[in-house]
């Protein structure tokens, strides 16, 4: 049995709203997270992670429940708790009007360090983020994935046992995301960290996870290694059809079922841009199918007959944005 | 303790890279000490003020005629009512010429309505009472929240003393010189003369020992109410008290930012208590409150202003105000949603409590219920204190009322302030 760094059992976290009505942004999640993994909340925009980190690290507090880090409650003994604790938050919590090494050095003090150590764990976080030319020069001056970079050294300066990163490559490019994951594995495995990362991108917690726990509304739907998850959905490969804005009705998707090989067929509608700055999405259809390429021709015959113009076509094996859509009928898309 | 100091530097830090902040910590007070300065007759020629203070003489005798002489001497700024009333009515006794009169009861009104700052009876038989060695006593009525009375007090007192210890040498002098067989007086106007001799030379005495007493009134009274005290006194602790103010309510906005670019946050999921964070906060505020009247206090002082005979009541009087104040910035904080809502509540709060509290004109030149109502602002007490010490000539003990006004509502918004506190 490994040793248990994060314990947190029947948190809940309810909101109220100014005109009186509730939002269950948690609803009652049990978490064991193991020392030395690197553990992924996986989730669409709003399924509760952020809520859920918040009240894991003692800035909000649970509705119901509590979380043990390391055997502290982190709402009976929330400073032994925090000590323990690095934070890397879903948004830039710096100042930007400071340099990247003031920053470093107020909150090194704010968790307890000082004087020469300080100054030698500050030269050594910024080499770890690669961003040693630049410490002296204002966070504002930063690009966005520089300032990510020095959110995370922040967060990893009074070397912690354990890292929260909530989203931590929101908003930057390739090349940064790229070393943004690499740094995660640096910490486990150099620094021997264990590290709760929180996405709404499948791809990130795939390639990273020792364990994936998937969140929706509120809850933990499933929880496990990815090849765990994956199996849930069996052997099966996904087959997408993007379809734009046409209606689909619904004897299509019974009539996708029937194909041979297809044992499911689920159909996420269009969404406008009205949210957010997202752009409109296509509508999508998706065929669980256990042997894809050999429905493909059916499908796409189905679809012709139905006069669906089809915009794009691909076959996907099993991941965990399958195991998603499998569990809640939806699509997980930012 | 050294978490706490760390939150104040960093805001200090990151205060002070704004170079912007010197427009508004220097520039513009400086300006309005200035203006508001002139606006309140920083350059005016004018004659000093006068302070009525209403009399009753019940006794009308010798000694009460010379009581009441010694303490027009004693402070001329001082006008004896009805008494020394000019043809203007300066004594405001709303009458015609011949009908300028006072009773007990229209003196309580004029104390109540502030026509006269102090009420003085001498009673009947005062005269006889001293010179039987009896007690005899003067009543000394004043409305306790004005500046001026403890300075008309303090006439009075000298003058009380001076009288009393004179007439008590006289009752020593004649005692002596009855038991003494070759001092023998011709007839009892004789023996009168002795007394009264004796009563003169002992009153000048009392008068030479007395002098350092005097010298503070007088010299005090003159030097510091000239019109450039009047005038610069009030714009600089008026401008400095409201400038105080818009220093300190920076922190409404910028802890809706801290919350916005989620340092403060940051902060609360670090190891740092919660009394660690709020108190590193508002000392930040607090320090950047004392430095604003520093800074005022300094241009006044470069304007000419006196600032009386007690540093370390001025400096009090500024630590409770600034305290009052960045309570009062943190409990209106936590109602706080934007910082749109943020600035313009500070700046409704700061341009109603200013004015109200007499901040750009003195208070004494408003409709009573005005000033009563201006009381509840803080810059109402504040005020009074400077008032007391800059024209006035107070000390400590003169700012005692403000000082406790200003700690005890400075207690109440902190304790509400940190009961509020919420970081999401
Ligand atoms: N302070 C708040 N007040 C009200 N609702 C909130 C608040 N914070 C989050 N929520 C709601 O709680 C839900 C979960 O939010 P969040 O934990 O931020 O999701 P995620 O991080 O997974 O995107 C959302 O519906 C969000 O609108
Ligand atoms: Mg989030």
Redesign the pocket.
């Known amino acids: 049995m490994p040793e248990t760094m994060v314990q947190a059992r029947g948190l809940v976290k309810t909101?109220r709203?100014k005109d009186g009505s509730t939002?269950e942004?948690v609803r009652n999640i049990d978490l064991d997270i193991y020392k030395g993994e690197i553990f992924s909340l996986l989730?669409p925009?709003?399924?509760?992670?952020?809520?859920?980190i918040s009240m894991i690290s003692g800035l909000i507090e649970p509705t119901a429940g509590d979380a043990q880090i390391a055997r502290y409650s982190i709402t009976k003994q929330p400073m032994e708790a925090k000590k323990l604790l690095g934070i890397v938050p879903?948004d830039i919590a710096l100042y930007p009007t400071l340099s990247a090494r003031q920053n470093l050095d107020f909150f090194g003090r704010m968790y307890g360090l000082g004087g020469a150590e300080l100054h030698k764990r500050i030269d050594e976080v910024l080499d770890f983020i690669d961003l040693k030319e630049r410490q002296k020069d204002r966070i504002d001056t930063f690009s966005g994935g520089m300032k990510r970079r020095v959110n995370i050294g922040v967060g990893l300066l009074h070397r912690p046992q354990l890292v929260y990163m909530d989203e931590p490559t929101v908003g930057i490019d390739p090349q940064n995301r790229r070393r943004i994951l690499d740094t995660v594995f640096r910490l486990r495995d150099e620094q021997k960290m264990t590290v709760l990362y929180?996405t709404h991108l499948m791809e990130e917690s795939q390639e990273l996870s020792d364990r994936v726990g998937i969140i929706d509304h509120g809850k933990i739907i499933a929880l496990g290694t990815v090849g765990e998850l994956v199996q849930k959905v069996g052997e099966e490969d996904r087959l997408i059809l993007k379809v734009g804005q046409q209606k689909i009705a619904a004897e299509v998707l019974e009539r996708l079922k029937q194909v041979e090989q297809v044992t499911s067929a689920l159909y996420d509608p269009p969404q406008q841009a009205a949210e957010g700055a997202d752009e409109a999405t296509d509508g999508v259809i998706t065929v669980f199918a256990k042997r894809g390429r050999r429905a493909l021709p059916d499908v796409i015959q189905i679809a012709n007959d139905a006069s669906i113009d089809v915009l794009s076509v691909e076959v996907r094996e099993p991941d965990l944005e399958a195991v998603f859509l499998h569990l809640t009928g939806r699509a997980l898309r930012d | 303790m050294q978490k706490l100091l760390n939150i104040t530097l960093n805001d200090l830090r990151v205060i002070f890279r704004d170079r912007g902040i010197w427009i508004n910590l220097v520039l513009v007070p400086a300006a309005l000490v200035f203006i508001i300065g002139l606006a309140n007759g920083g350059f005016v020629t004018e004659t000093t003020p006068r302070l009525r203070v209403d009399v009753i003489d019940y006794d009308g005798s010798a000694l009460a005629t010379q009581f009441l002489a010694d303490l027009r001497a004693a402070n001329d700024t001082l006008v004896l009512c009805p008494l020394d009333n000019d043809a203007e009515d300066f004594c405001r006794l709303r009458a015609g010429a011949s009908e300028r009169t006072l009773d007990e009861d229209l003196a309580r009104q004029r104390l109540i309505n502030r026509d006269a700052l102090a009420l003085l009876i001498i009673p009947q038989g005062f005269e006889a009472n001293m010179q039987a060695g009896t007690p005899a006593s003067i009543i000394y009525r004043s409305d306790e929240e004005a500046n001026a009375p403890s300075l008309i007090q303090q006439a009075v007192q000298a003058v009380v003393q001076r009288t009393g210890g004179a007439l008590v040498a006289e009752r020593v002098g004649l005692d002596v010189a009855d038991s003494l067989e070759i001092l023998q007086f011709s007839d009892t106007a004789d023996r009168d003369d002795f007394g009264q001799q004796i009563f003169t030379r002992a009153q000048a005495l009392w008068a030479e020992n007395l002098v350092t007493v005097n010298f503070t009134l007088n010299d005090a009274i003159e030097r510091q109410l000239s019109p450039r005290q009047q005038g610069f006194g009030q714009s600089t602790a008026g401008m400095g008290s409201m400038y105080v103010m818009f220093t300190v309510f920076g922190a409404l906005v910028v802890l809706i930012d801290e919350r916005k670019q989620w340092t403060l946050q940051r902060l609360v999921m670090m190891p740092v208590a919660r009394w660690q964070l709020l108190g590193g906060k508002m000392l930040s505020r607090f320090i950047m409150g004392m430095i604003q009247y520093a800074v005022a206090f300094a241009v006044g002082a470069f304007m000419g202003v006196n600032f009386g005979r007690d540093p370390l009541a001025i400096v009090a009087l500024m630590v409770s105000f600034t305290l009052c104040i960045t309570a009062l910035a943190f409990l209106l904080a936590t109602f706080m949603r934007s910082s749109e809502q943020a600035s313009s509540v500070s700046l409704l709060f700061i341009l109603t409590l200013a004015p109200l509290g007499g901040a750009w004109w003195p208070l004494d030149i408003v409709p009573e219920w005005m000033r009563t109502l201006g009381h509840i602002s803080p810059i109402a007490w504040v005020m009074d204190g400077f008032r007391a010490l800059l024209y006035f000539n107070g000390d400590l003990s003169t700012v005692v009322t403000p000082l406790l006004v200003l700690l005890g509502a400075g207690a109440v918004f902190f304790a509400l302030a940190v009961r509020r506190f919420r970081y999401?």
């Open positions: 909101y709203r939002v942004a989730g925009n709003g399924a509760g992670k952020s809520t859920t879903q929180t | 999401e």
